[in-house]
């Protein structure tokens, strides 16, 4: 049976969000597609308000935002004890580190196999 989630880690005002579509192929086998979509802007949890003389209610998130785009396939194959994990997937990145016109963007395959 298949499975559809969005899910906002920090809350449903913040832009952030995941996507999730997932589905049981075959017994042991299950299929996933991904996306997302992240907003961080150029504050830290580090250095407070007083430290950086701004503003004491900054809009969030604030100064120059670095937005970031992704989407990612897995495949999960479970068999005896092991489990075997397979991704692939690519990420765009505008204003990255929160430098103006900074942009980037990347594929990734991961393999990871688990033994219980």
């Known amino acids: 049976k298949g499975k559809y989630v969005v899910d906002d880690p920090t809350n449903i005002k913040s832009g952030n969000a995941v996507v999730s579509l997932s589905e049981k192929a075959i017994s042991e086998i299950r299929v996933k597609i991904n996306f997302d979509y992240v907003r961080k802007g150029e504050g830290d949890m580090y250095h407070p308000y007083e430290e950086e003389q701004g503003d004491k209610s900054p809009p969030f998130p604030s100064g120059l935002v670095e937005k970031s785009t992704g989407s990612w396939f897995d495949v999960r194959h ?3 004890r092991f489990i075997f994990l397979s991704r692939l997937g690519y990420r765009f990145i505008d204003n990255r580190l929160n ?5 980037d963007s990347y594929f990734a395959h991961i393999v990871i196999v688990y033994d219980f």
């Open 99 to 103: 430098i103006p016109d900074d942009v």
């Open 78 to 80: 479970e068999f005896s």
